[in-house]
């Protein structure tokens, strides 16, 4: 948890920007922090045209998956209980966001998502999805 703690205070002030410093790289580098490793490493770079995202059918092409759902699958496992401590947790909290859904990270008690500027603290009861390692 101190590791998280540890994470989530250095990236507090840390303004969102695609590619930079999005939900994407928030999560993995939380992963990162947590269990020293990311949790999508190889994606890093893949998902951007220059200064913007992908289009869907770009990020189908590039990754060979149909749904977010599908890609976030074939790396972590699926759960559908409230989201523990360290869990990769997707929910629609952004006001502009590419697949739907924004990823976030449980802290055991709620889920944190990288907004403009801070984090949004949301509750784990509301989130869509949720996966482990």
Known sequence: MELLNNYLAESAESRFKWGVCDCLIFTNDAYHAIYGEGWCDDWLGRYMNKDRPKTHKQLREEFGFDTLVEG?????????Y????GALVTAPVSRRYLMGQAFGISNGSKAIFKMNQGHLFYPLDKVSGAWIR
Request: glycine share 0%; charged share 15%; aromatic share 8%.
């Open 82 to 85: 409230i989201a523990p401590f």
């Open 72 to 80: 976030v699958s074939s790396k972590l496992t699926s759960i559908d």
